[in-house]
């Protein structure tokens, strides 16, 4: 079994959150769950582990002001989807975090994180043909 790093459990994003590169709309990928120290990221592109990436995360004015957050994340582990073999879960650490992206992660993992019982892995027994 796996030692457990994290000193706060991951929380389900309930929110769509798109991640795309500075400078374009490229869709790099979706946060799929976050803590305030990292985030795991669905994406079609399989990342070698220690990469540092600048990210952007926009969000309306109302969600999150200001509406679009330029950050750095270091890729901690990549694995290959179980359901889909063209697609990956990447972990990411947050880096040289401003502050004001500080308060921006952790207002994300309160409000818009899923606490424990909220959500679930999903199984095979989720799909019709089982």
């Known amino acids: ?7 706060m ?19 790099v990928g979706v946060v799929v769950d976050i803590t ?9 592109e399989k990342t070698p582990v220690g990469q540092v990436r600048r ?10 002001p200001p ?16 359901m889909d073999s063209s697609s990956y879960k990447v972990g990411y650490e947050f880096i040289n975090v401003t ?10 993992y309160e409000d818009y994180g899923a606490k424990t019982g909220q959500s679930r892995e999903y199984d095979s027994s989720d799909y019709i043909w089982k």
């Open 67 to 82: 509406s679009a957050r330029i950050f750095l994340g270091c890729s901690r582990w990549c694995r290959a989807d179980f």
């Open 9 to 27: 459990e991951r929380r389900k994003v309930t929110y769509y959150l798109p991640v795309t590169e500075p400078g374009s709309s490229r869709l």
């Open 99 to 108: 502050q004001d992206n500080a308060k921006f992660f952790t207002r994300l």
């Open 36 to 44: 305030p120290r990292g985030f795991k990221l669905d994406t079609g």
């Open 1 to 7: 079994m796996a030692f457990e790093k994290r000193r």
């Open 55 to 64: 990210f952007v995360i926009n969000l309306s004015d109302e969600v999150a």
